[in-house]
């Protein structure tokens, strides 16, 4: 153990501090060496930007999201010029929005096309999500009100007891989160990876709901049945969709692997 801590500690001593990174990046830019001044920036992002209002961290990811712009990564040039936005100096907000608004919509476009569904579903998809929650708060204040005439005890008792209300209750619990950080800013300030980590809790309560209607129903099973058919192929196909895309992600990966070490023989063979 001792040993592993002092090899640890010896390579926290001879890597590079963030600063160094920054200035090392920006100047790899300069010289037009893209590819390290990226790597360099990133693992400045990484170690810097994360614990909040850094400096620099606005021109890094505003490099960062021009620079995957450029290569066609729109995804990754969204979040950067989102991640942006969340450090001063903002007089150029205006012009950073309408750059990531831009990227957001090329992005949608190409989602669809590559797809085959309507950009309109994805643009959409925020709201769709919050009048869901609207529905949601409405069906609980008619049991809250109507039902059970704000009894508060009973209505404790009925959580516990009865698990089609115990399911729905959690259910309602884990949307709540959902619905605030839908907020620009809040996206904004969680960043990207942790926003989307979080929002994958709709896996999770869309069955939820699905079991709570079903145990709702004394008669007739069928229409939650339906409901819960539907949820489980969406859900297949999302599945099935996500291992594709890591599919041809990993293959995009492996060309660009032996394309940069074709570069490299050649380079050698060159040198040599």
Not at 51 to 77: I, S
Not at 83 to 110: C, E, I, S
Request: glycine fraction near 6%.
């Amino acid at each position: 153990m001792a040993i592993a801590a002092l090899l640890l500690a010896l390579a926290a001593a001879c890597s590079p501090s963030p600063d160094e990174l920054y200035s090392r990046g920006m100047a790899d830019f300069k010289a037009s060496k893209t590819g390290s001044g990226t790597s360099d920036l990133e693992a400045f992002a990484a170690q810097k930007c994360a614990g909040g209002n850094q400096p620099r961290c606005r021109h890094a990811y505003l490099t960062l999201g021009h620079t995957y712009e450029k290569q066609g990564t729109l995804a990754k040039a969204w979040a950067a010029y989102d991640q942006a936005l969340t450090y001063p100096p903002h007089k150029t907000d205006d012009t950073l929005t309408a750059d990531r608004d831009r990227v957001r919509d090329g992005l949608t476009a190409k989602q669809g096309e590559e797809s085959g569904r309507a950009p309109v579903i994805i643009r959409y998809r925020r709201r769709v999500g919050l009048w869901a929650f609207a529905y949601v708060c409405l069906h609980l204040s008619t049991y809250i009100g109507v039902d059970q005439l704000f009894d508060w005890p009973t209505i404790g008792k009925d959580i516990a007891k009865r698990p089609y209300i115990t399911i729905g209750m959690a259910a309602f619990t884990l949307l709540i989160p959902l619905a605030v950080t839908s907020a620009d800013k809040l996206r904004r300030r969680l960043g990207p990876r942790r926003w989307k980590r979080l929002h994958q809790l709709i896996y999770l309560v869309a069955p939820m709901g699905a079991v709570h209607y079903y145990l709702l129903v004394k008669a007739d099973h069928r229409p939650p049945l339906v409901y819960g058919a539907i949820i489980a192929a969406l859900l297949a196909w999302h599945a099935v969709n996500f291992g594709l895309d890591k599919k041809k992600a990993a293959e995009r990966k492996a060309a660009k692997a032996a394309q940069e070490a074709r570069k490299q023989a050649a380079k050698a063979g060159v040198t040599a």
